[in-house]
């Protein structure tokens, strides 16, 4: 079991930034790729992006350039940082954990979820 808490979330202008953090603990998560999602009102839950156990990083094409996704597996952690935020990225952001090493932009590939967090971009 992996248990997953985002915070990092929050009010922030058009144009700022945001750093999300996702802590991780219960299982080995250095060999877990994890992911990145988000849900606006009204919207289903979308992919942002993936880091998997290699480092390598995926992004969907909304936030590519903008969002980048970074692991510290000595504290477990793994980060998202939104710059150049847009209203569009309005929503609840989720991180998951994928029960093995790779992962892609599916939600069904990934078996562990946090409760989110709220960031909200005002025009």
């Known amino acids: 079991q992996v248990q997953l808490v985002e915070s990092g979330g929050g009010l922030v202008q058009a144009g700022g930034s945001l750093r999300l953090s996702c802590v991780a603990s219960?299982?080995?998560?250095?060999?877990?790729?994890m992911g990145w999602f988000r849900q606006a009102p009204g919207k289903e839950r979308e992919f942002v992006g993936r880091?998997?156990?290699?480092?390598?990083?995926y992004y969907a094409d909304s936030v590519k350039g903008r969002f980048t996704i970074s692991r510290d597996n000595a504290k477990n952690t793994v980060y998202l940082q939104m710059n150049n935020l847009k209203p569009e990225d309005t929503a609840v952001y989720y991180c998951a954990a994928a029960a093995r090493s790779a992962a892609g932009p599916r939600s069904d590939e990934y078996l562990y979820w946090g409760r989110g967090t709220q960031v909200t971009v005002s025009s």
């Open positions: 880091i998997n156990k290699s480092g390598s990083t």
């Open positions: 219960g299982r080995t998560f250095t060999d877990y790729a």
